[in-house]
Structures are given as structure tokens and as C-alpha cells.
């Protein structure tokens, strides 16, 4: 038995140095090295060195979205910074031969193969795919207290799991960093294209704020569509054989393994082709408002059930609930209508086919990349707006709510026509909206226009719609910074 378990031991270091190979090298591997930096290693490496506060860091997001590579870039980082490669310690949760090992008992293993002692400073120990080890928020909680001067991060794809358990247990041990998938100004940072883009400025509210213009908005909606059937996963943006097949790459290895491995694994979920079906329906309708009483009838499924599966849903960060404000911007009670989006838009392309500008679908899905910008700030409530009045229904896609009065900070309608912008007259319901609640401007995303429409004493400030999702990228991104 003792033979046995020094021969387990001894493969498990092994796996550990080919997973470390900078404990040899000095460096990580020159593959990775040369990809492209997701812009949110700044923000995220900024909270990894900063060790005045001893918290461990929770790295969250979906599935393939870059979070080890990121990873691997924060430790190409340190090394670079001076830190030792032999304190910088990367262990992948769901390698077969760490099974049922805790988090204390591979961290000296991989210091005594490192010849560390348990009392050695200064490390920098990286746990990915953590969501794989039962109770691991406890594991990392111990670690924390009894390690003070290591910094631990753990990473995992399903968020809205890993970040209720850090919060039920974490409490003031652990911050939270939500990696999401590629925001439109990522998109084009990693595909080179900075220069479609110039800087702007554009009145707002009576003050001058920096905006974005393209050198050729032509040019760049081309790469919006791009963006939206493809531009959600780095390896897809850079891979021309997965776009000749998004389906089959996307679905098999984002989707299907969310559906079949990740959801029944943390929730015991036993009817997958239920939840799979009930989620093919709304990625179908992204954007569109929803009723649980619609849904159920629709698809023969209970309606408790159909809300366990949209939490579900939401958890693995497939989706996003945006719930309903009236004409006066107050929430209703009873929540009998809600809209759903796609956190991703690309996720629809997975699982039926591209779009082309002139798609009759490309509307939703570019009011969905719009709002997958957005629902990404933890700072900002975000709505709809939809009313009856008399015989007329009104309706504002996007109503940002401020958290200490609740009275609407911002609204947007979101349009891939430039028709209104020569007849702003026709956004009734928004013009209705903006009057109701005292509000001075608004933005209307259109396809290439740019301007100003002065409306009595409102402003409709016109952007085309590929720019908004650049601004609303860019600014998301450095407010994390």
C-alpha cells in the first residue's frame, strides 16, 4: 500500500511540473505566450498583486471564455515582475489524478516536490476549475485564514454558483471577478481593427463627454455581424474552421457541456433534453418578453419547473432576466412578463445558423450584443419599459434605474434602421417615457447615423449601433480597471 502511494504521489508531481513548466523554464508556454491579452488582465492582475487586503480571489465566468489562458498571462506577468516562478503554483481541479485530494493537501504536495516548506511565503497558488471539488469555498476559506502571506485565486465557468457560495461563505475572505465573454471593443483590440476607430465627443445632458467615431462605419458594421455570430469566444474569433462550423465547435463545447455536465452536476437536474429544449426556445426569441404561463403553455412544461430551469440558465450565464418598469418607471409587484437575452450573441449563431445584415432576426440580436455590453456592470439596474395606456401599448428597451431614488438615470432604444433618425417623431413611446419622467436626453442606437435631435426640450442623441456596443464596452471595461 505504501508503494502504491508513493507511486501515486510521484505521478501526481509529475503532472504538476507539466503543468508548471516555468518552475524549469522561467517562462509560460510560448503558444499561449503569444496570444493575444484579454483587455481585462489589467484589472484582474492589478487585484492579484494588491496584498493589503488577504482575500482570496474567485475568477468567474462561462465556459471558454479565456480564464486559464488569462491565467497563464497573470503568472507571465509576475514572472516579469520580479516574483519567483518557483512561488507561482497552477493546479486544474478536474485532472483525473487529483481526485478527492483537497485544495491544502496539492499545495504541499507541490511544495515539497518544489522542496518549499509549508511555512515559505510569497506564493501565488492558482486553482482552476474549482467548482469540480465539494465544499471547496471551505477549503479556500481555511486556506486563506492559515496562509497569510499566500495569495490564493480559484477559477470556475459556472458563475452564479461559485458566486453564491463565496458569498455564503466567503464573507469578507473572497473577492469576486466575473470574466465575460468578449466585449465588441475586445473584439476589435484583438483583431487589430483600433483604426476604424477615432475619439468623439458629443454633447450630453448639457456637457461635453468622449465618445467614439468610425473612420468607416460601412467597415465596421461588417465586423458588428462578425462580432455577433462569432466574436463572444476568443478562440472562435481566431479560428477560421470554427466559423465554417460554429455549431459543432460551440454547441458540442460550450452549450452541450453546460446542458449535460455542469447544470446536472451542481443542481441534480435529471431531464437535460427539457431544460435543453426550454433554452432552444429562448435563444431563439432573445430579447423577446416572456410570461411563465406563455412558456408553459408553449412547451408542455410546469411552470415551477420552467422557473428552477431559468435560474438554472441564468447560473451558467447562458441568460439574463431583465425585468419590467411602467410608464412611470415603477417596478410592478407581481412579475408577470419579463424579457431574456442571450448573454452572448453568438450562442444563437451556435445553435442555429449565422446572420447577415438584412436577416429579419438581426435586430434582436444586435439589441442582444447591445445589452450583453451592459449587463456585465454589477454598478447599474437595468429594465424595460412597457405600458398600456388606453388603447396604445408603449415600450423602451433599455431603462437604467438609480439605486438610491429608483427614478430612471438613462434610457436607450435600440434600432438597426437609421429611419429615425430622420423622423424621430415616430419613438413615441420613448418621447412619452422621457416627458413622464423628467428625462433631457436619451440615446437612440441606429445603424450609421450620428447626431442630435432636439425634440421640444429633449435630446435624442443618434449612435450608430456597432459604436454604442464599443462605447458601452469600453467604458464597462474601464470601470473595472
Same mark, same amino acid.
Given at each position: ?8 504521489e510521484?505521478?501526481?508531481v ?12 522561467g ?19 492589478k487585484?492579484?498583486?494588491d ?6 480571489i474567485?475568477?468567474?465566468g462561462? @465556459? ?13 506577468? +509576475? ?40 511555512i515559505?511565503e510569497?506564493?501565488y ?9 465539494k ?8 486556506l ?8 490564493f ?8 454558483a461559485?458566486k453564491?457560495?463565496?458569498?455564503e461563505?466567503?464573507?469578507?475572505? *473572497? ?5 465575460p ?7 476589435i483590440h ?13 454633447e450630453w445632458n448639457q456637457?461635453?463627454?468622449?465618445? *467614439? ?5 460601412s ?5 458588428f455581424i ?9 478562440e ?13 465547435y460551440?454547441?458540442?463545447d ?5 446542458? +449535460?455536465?455542469?447544470l ?18 429562448i435563444?431563439? @426569441? ?10 408553459s ?9 420552467i422557473?428552477r ?6 447560473s ?5 432576466v ?8 415603477k417596478r ?5 412578463q419579463?424579457k431574456?437575452y ?8 451556435? +445553435? ?8 429579419i432576426?438581426i ?12 449587463i456585465q456592470r454589477?454598478?447599474?439596474?437595468? *429594465?424595460y419599459?412597457?405600458?398600456k ?8 428597451d433599455?431603462?437604467g ?9 438613462w ?21 412619452? *417615457? ?6 433631457q ?7 450609421t447615423?450620428?447626431?442630435i ?23 464597462t ?5
Amino acid at each position: 500500500m505504501k508503494i502504491e502511494q508513493e507511486e501515486l504521489e510521484r505521478q501526481i508531481v509529475e503532472r504538476m511540473r507539466m503543468d508548471n513548466p516555468w518552475w524549469t523554464t522561467g517562462g509560460i508556454p510560448e503558444d499561449i505566450g503569444r496570444m493575444e491579452r484579454r483587455l481585462y488582465i489589467d484589472a484582474f492582475y492589478k487585484l492579484v498583486k494588491d496584498m493589503d487586503v488577504r482575500r482570496g480571489i474567485v475568477l468567474m465566468g462561462p @465556459r471558454r471564455v479565456g480564464k486559464t489562458v488569462m491565467i497563464y498571462h497573470t503568472i507571465e506577468r +509576475l514572472i516579469s515582475d520580479g516574483v519567483d516562478p518557483q512561488k507561482l503554483i497552477y493546479l486544474s481541479i478536474d485532472t483525473p489524478i487529483y481526485n478527492g485530494l483537497s485544495l491544502e493537501r496539492l499545495l504541499n504536495i507541490a511544495k515539497a516536490s518544489l522542496v518549499k516548506s509549508a511555512i515559505d511565503e510569497g506564493f501565488y497558488v492558482f486553482y482552476d476549475e474549482v467548482q469540480y471539488l465539494k465544499d471547496w469555498e471551505i477549503h479556500l476559506k481555511s486556506l486563506v485564514d492559515t496562509y497569510r502571506a499566500t495569495r490564493f485565486i480559484v477559477s470556475g465557468s459556472a458563475a452564479a454558483a461559485l458566486k453564491m457560495k463565496s458569498d455564503e461563505s466567503g464573507a469578507g475572505r *473572497f473577492h469576486d471577478f466575473a470574466l465575460p465573454p468578449l466585449t465588441f471593443n475586445e473584439y476589435i483590440h484583438l483583431q487589430g481593427l483600433g483604426n476604424l476607430i477615432v475619439p468623439r465627443i458629443i454633447e450630453w445632458n448639457q456637457q461635453k463627454i468622449s465618445a *467614439f467615431d468610425s473612420i468607416d462605419i460601412s467597415k465596421l458594421n461588417e465586423h458588428f455581424i462578425r462580432y455577433i455570430n462569432f466574436g463572444g469566444y476568443p478562440e472562435v474569433v481566431f479560428s477560421e474552421e470554427i466559423q465554417k462550423d460554429p455549431g459543432r465547435y460551440m454547441r458540442r463545447d460550450i452549450v452541450d457541456k453546460v446542458m +449535460l455536465k455542469d447544470l446536472p452536476g451542481l443542481y441534480g437536474i435529471s431531464d437535460t433534453q427539457e431544460l435543453y429544449r426550454l433554452f432552444i426556445h429562448i435563444a431563439y @426569441r432573445s430579447g423577446c418578453e416572456f410570461s411563465y404561463e406563455e412558456m408553459s403553455q408553449e412547451s408542455g412544461i410546469k411552470k415551477e419547473t420552467i422557473r428552477r430551469y431559468i435560474s438554472y440558465l441564468e447560473s451558467a450565464f447562458l441568460i439574463k432576466v431583465i425585468h419590467r418598469v411602467d410608464a412611470n418607471a415603477k417596478r410592478l409587484q407581481r412579475v408577470t412578463q419579463f424579457k431574456i437575452y442571450l448573454t452572448n450573441p453568438s450562442l444563437r449563431c451556435a +445553435l442555429f445558423s449565422p446572420l447577415t445584415e438584412a436577416d429579419i432576426s438581426i435586430g434582436s440580436m444586435v439589441e442582444t450584443a447591445l445589452f450583453a455590453q451592459r449587463i456585465q456592470r454589477e454598478d447599474e439596474d437595468v *429594465f424595460y419599459a412597457n405600458w398600456k395606456m388606453g388603447r396604445t401599448n408603449g415600450e423602451v428597451d433599455m431603462v437604467g434605474l438609480d439605486r438610491l431614488h429608483q427614478k430612471p438615470a438613462w434610457a436607450v432604444e435600440m434600432k438597426w434602421s437609421d429611419r429615425y433618425f430622420d423622423a424621430p417623431v415616430e419613438l413615441k413611446s420613448l418621447l412619452l *417615457f422621457m416627458k413622464k419622467n423628467n428625462l433631457q436626453n436619451a440615446i437612440v442606437s441606429s445603424r450609421t447615423k450620428f447626431g442630435i435631435k432636439h425634440m421640444n426640450s429633449m435630446d435624442l442623441t443618434f449612435i450608430p449601433s456597432a459604436l454604442y456596443a464599443y462605447l458601452l464596452g469600453h467604458r464597462t471595461i474601464a470601470q473595472r480597471g
